[in-house]
């Protein structure tokens, strides 16, 4: 059942647009995927929907867009490029798959139960070049997070946007990682998107807004439509610890494989900012004007993966009614899958459907309330197929309202609108659409 759900996901995601492997006609590329039409919606709005909560659901904090790219010294200061971000491999003698560490139960390989090499360390930075000569003093690194762009810009967000303590700086971006083993879709890929917020507060304030923060990240789940009972922490033990962290809880989600860290709140102490002002020669200690103090200060992290979070609001979201809802004489019989996704996250709004598609005033009427709506929301215009069955094909992406146009919009100037959860039909006067679902989508994402 588990994994029928996890099969269930990736076959809808490729079949409807959400996620296709990268590289998939020359047979894939490992740790890669690539965001389908309808994925690309779906990423946008999981990003929207963070930047909004943090940015201006929040007080005090400010966004940043870094680069990518960034001189090795930053690797040196953070702990990156030493043992701090190596994990332990092990690989079959038979197969020869790579393995992490923890993924061994007994000691034999898990595929097809070889023996093992002994463990051994395994960086996990991407390397590349700069500039034309591949030689060791041109090798530089793509991020493997993005908050490092955040501490070494520490001084010129405070300065130019006149910060005072407590505030936080909030980023999302690209972030690379030469994982051993990537695995379970989306979940573990080498190439993945990072949404980051850390927090500046005085050392002694650092535990209360761990609590706050922790809050908060779960609140902003469940506000999203995440199941409770789908969503639990974990406190890390000390000896499992990030290299820099003094406490860290990862929130954990139910995917179809068991639960797994979806993001981690991390109190990383004055680790990066002492450690960058070391290695960088500048002093980036705050100088705190009310209590005539100079200190580094201590930040508490929220780090999530935009991808990793996709693929637990397609499966939270994921669900199939048996004998059908919609009630058309073929599908009676059959399953139908529902996609529940949280109205602002849906990928598509609307979808608007000519009753039939042989009758052009119809079709027409049809196109042109489309060309009304289209730039307002995210539509849809589909005249294939019976009316049930376009229902249906809406259902499954999620789309929250599917507009009739039928006979009587021609005269009556009015049309049929369904919504999708509850299936609710009622008429709709054309000229009053658009409010008609701004209101309904307007309501914040919060309650
Ligand atoms: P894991 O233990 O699963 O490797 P981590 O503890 O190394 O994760 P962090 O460094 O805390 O992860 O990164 C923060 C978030 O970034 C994770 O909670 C996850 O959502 C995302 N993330 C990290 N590594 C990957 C990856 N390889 N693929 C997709 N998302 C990732």
């Known amino acids: ?142 991020r493997p997070e993005t908050c490092q762009g955040i501490y070494v810009n520490f001084e010129n967000i405070v300065n130019s946007m006149r910060l005072k303590i407590p505030f936080g700086v909030a980023q999302i971006g690209k972030a690379f990682r030469n994982e051993i083993n990537p695995k379970d879709f989306i979940y573990r890929t080498r190439e993945f998107e990072q949404m980051e917020m850390q927090w500046f507060s005085q050392p002694k304030d650092a535990p209360k807004y761990f609590e ?37 809880i990862d929130i ?3 995917f179809p494989f ?13 680790f990066d900012l002492s450690n960058h002002s070391k290695y960088s020669g500048k002093d980036l200690q705050y100088f705190d004007e009310e209590n005539k103090k100079k200190y580094f200060p201590y930040i508490i992290e929220t780090s999530i993966g935009v991808d990793r979070s996709l693929f637990a609001f397609l499966a939270d979201s994921y669900l199939e009614v048996k004998g059908g809802r919609t009630k058309t004489t073929k599908s009676s019989k059959e399953t139908e899958a529902l996609l529940k996704l949280h109205k602002s996250l849906a990928p598509i709004k609307v979808a608007v459907l000519p009753l039939v598609k042989n009758k052009p005033k119809l079709v027409k009427k049809a196109k042109d309330v489309y060309k009304t709506l289209k730039s307002h929301f995210v539509c849809q215009y589909d005249e294939v197929g019976s009316i049930g069955r376009r229902y249906r094909r809406q259902d499954e992406i999620g789309t929250l309202f599917c507009l009739t146009v039928d006979f009587d919009s021609l005269k009556q100037k009015d049309l049929t609108i369904r919504e999708r959860d509850t299936m609710k039909q009622k008429r709709v006067k054309i000229k009053d659409l658009k409010e008609t679902i701004d209101k309904i989508l307007r309501i914040r994402y919060k309650a």
Request: net charge positive.
């Open 252 to 254: 954990e989600y139910k």
């Open 212 to 248: 706050y923060w922790k809050k908060e990240r779960i609140n902003w789940y469940l506000n999203l439509g995440i199941k409770k009972e789908n969503l639990r922490v974990r406190e890390v033990p000390a000896k499992e610890r990030s290299h820099y962290a003094k406490r860290q």
């Open 258 to 270: 068991g639960w797994q860290e979806i993001e981690g709140v991390h109190n990383r102490g004055d």
């Open 1 to 142: 059942m588990v994994n029928d759900l996890f099969q269930k996901i990736v076959s809808l995601s490729k079949r409807r647009g959400f996620v296709f492997q990268s590289s998939e006609i020359y047979g894939g590329f490992g740790g890669a995927y690539d965001f389908g039409p309808l994925g690309v919606e779906l990423k946008r709005n999981i990003k929207k929907a963070w930047w909004e909560e943090m940015t201006r659901g929040q007080e005090n904090i400010v966004g940043l867009d870094a680069a990518i790219l960034m001189t090795p010294k930053v690797w040196q200061a953070s702990g990156h490029l030493t043992a701090g971000f190596a994990d332990e491999l092990v690989e079959c003698k038979s197969c020869h798959k790579r393995f992490r560490i923890e993924e061994i139960k007994e000691n034999k390989c898990p595929q097809c139960g070889g023996k093992l090499t002994k463990p051994r360390k395994f960086n996990l930075m991407m390397k590349t070049f700069i500039g034309p000569v591949e030689e060791k003093a041109a090798k530089a690194y793509l």
